[in-house]
């Protein structure tokens, strides 16, 4: 089993391509592979389609596609010379989702859980846990009217946090066998719960923990308005945090990766139904060698 990322290096989610170093330095051995090209990204889920990896999607979502930006000499604007005013276009369609049959889906994109991700499960898909809305003002806040160097703090200091967050999520996911469900309350609890430890620190923490400078007095001044709009937009996208399919579902990675499985963890995890039946029976008998292993021992 192997966690498999495609990350965009593009405008607004640049910030993203923090994640894999953050990754490698967590998970064990060749366990997970990232791309940023989607044919090496397909190429690598076509090759393990009965592998019942976990996919991460870090990248910009339309409500049924996977969208990249139109850049300014992108050949689709000589293609489709009617469109030239669209600010992006699809880069992965629903149809392209094939080869993510079998596996488990996490989209870090705006709007993917409407449409992308019912259509994925439908095809194969054991789980989906996505945004059925915009996030994208969680990390930029242009309009707000306030000092452009608060703004600008905040951003970095949020998109910091967020990634930070979202790794120690999944490598919790992974590594402590928790299902989708823990997942996606695991990664909206600390998410929130950082976020406010950020707006009650002073101008002189913030200067410690990210090296970032502001007056004090300024900081002072604007953090209240910033907070309060803020944690209530990311109150609102944490509801919108959505599961489809099994949420049950536990990835075959903590039983892979670790040294054998004790007899209290084997109950709890033996116990266990999920809807893809023949994926409970792997994970069942992943289950049975690893405490077998762990008696051997």
């Keep these: 089993m192997k966690l498999i990322q495609l990350y965009m290096k593009k405008q607004g989610i640049r910030f993203f391509a923090k994640i894999p170093k953050k990754l490698n330095g967590k998970l ?28 991460l999607i870090t990248a910009h979502g339309a409500e049924n596609s996977i969208i990249i930006p139109i850049t300014q000499h992108d050949p689709y604007r000589q293609e489709y010379p009617e469109r030239s005013d669209h600010r992006y276009r699809t880069y992965i369609s629903a149809r392209e989702t094939y080869f993510f049959k079998n596996d488990f889906v996490f989209a870090v994109s705006c709007l993917t859980a409407k449409e992308l991700g019912p259509e994925v499960v439908k095809n194969g898909v054991i789980a989906y846990l996505g945004y059925d809305v915009i996030i994208q003002n969680l990390f930029d806040v242009s309009d707000v009217c306030m000092s452009s160097r608060v703004r600008n703090l905040y951003t970095i200091a949020v998109k910091r946090i967020f990634v930070e967050e979202l790794v120690l999520a999944i490598t919790h996911f992974l590594e402590d066998m928790q299902n989708v469900l823990t997942l996606k309350q695991w990664f909206a609890f600390h998410l929130e719960k950082s976020l406010i430890n950020f707006f009650q620190m002073s101008a002189d923490e913030i200067y410690a923990v990210y090296g970032l ?10 953090r209240q308005k910033l907070q309060v709009q803020q944690l209530n937009f990311l109150d609102e996208i944490n509801k919108h945090l959505t599961i489809v399919g099994d949420s049950k579902y536990i990835s075959l990675y903590g039983i892979e990766n670790r040294d054998g499985i004790d007899e209290e963890t084997y109950r709890r995890l033996e116990l266990i139904s999920f809807d893809n039946k023949e994926y409970e029976r792997k994970f069942k008998e992943a289950l049975m060698r690893a405490v077998r292993a762990k008696n051997v021992k």
Excluded: C, P, T
Aim: proline share 0%; no cysteine; glycine share 6%.
């Design 213 to 222: 400078k502001i007056d004090d007095g300024v900081w002072k001044k604007n």
């Design 28 to 55: 064990s051995g060749e366990s997970y592979q990232y791309y940023y090209k989607k044919e090496s990204f397909l190429a690598e889920l076509a090759r393990r389609e009965d592998e019942y990896d976990m996919i």
